[in-house]
């Protein structure tokens, strides 16, 4: 079992910053590709971005290309999302979530229980 909690959730101007964090229970935390999918109220969840085992490759839904980085940093089984120039269309509860990733896609085995981001305008 692979335990996620997010974390860095908040409320934000539009075109400000958050940085949200991802820490994982799993000593296995490098085997994993990790991802993160967000769901805004009335749709369903959607992939936002996802990093494979060594961090060496990184993808990015093309709604949050140039303004979306996600990271990890296995010696502290965490990955990061960075997120800047946010829209209120931004707003969502953002998932974390550990599987198996290709150049394709995440594929999800273990999921967070999401933190809210709220972007105004």
């Known amino acids: 079992q692979v335990q996620l909690v997010e974390s860095g959730g908040g409320l934000v101007q539009a075109g400000g910053s958050l940085r949200l964090s991802c ?3 799993a000593r296995t935390f490098s085997s994993y590709a990790m991802g993160w999918f967000r769901q805004a109220p009335g749709k369903e969840r ?9 961090g060496g490759s990184a993808y990015v839904a093309d709604s949050v290309k140039g303004r979306f980085t996600i990271s990890r940093d296995n010696a502290k089984n965490t990955v990061y999302l960075q997120m800047d120039s946010l829209k209120p269309e931004d707003t969502a509860v953002y998932y974390c979530a550990a599987g198996i990733g290709s150049s394709r896609e995440l594929v999800p085995n273990y999921w967070g229980r999401g933190t809210q981001v709220t972007v105004s305008t």
């Open 23 to 25: 820490a994982a229970s």
């Open 46 to 54: 959607e992939f936002v971005g996802h990093i494979m085992r060594s």
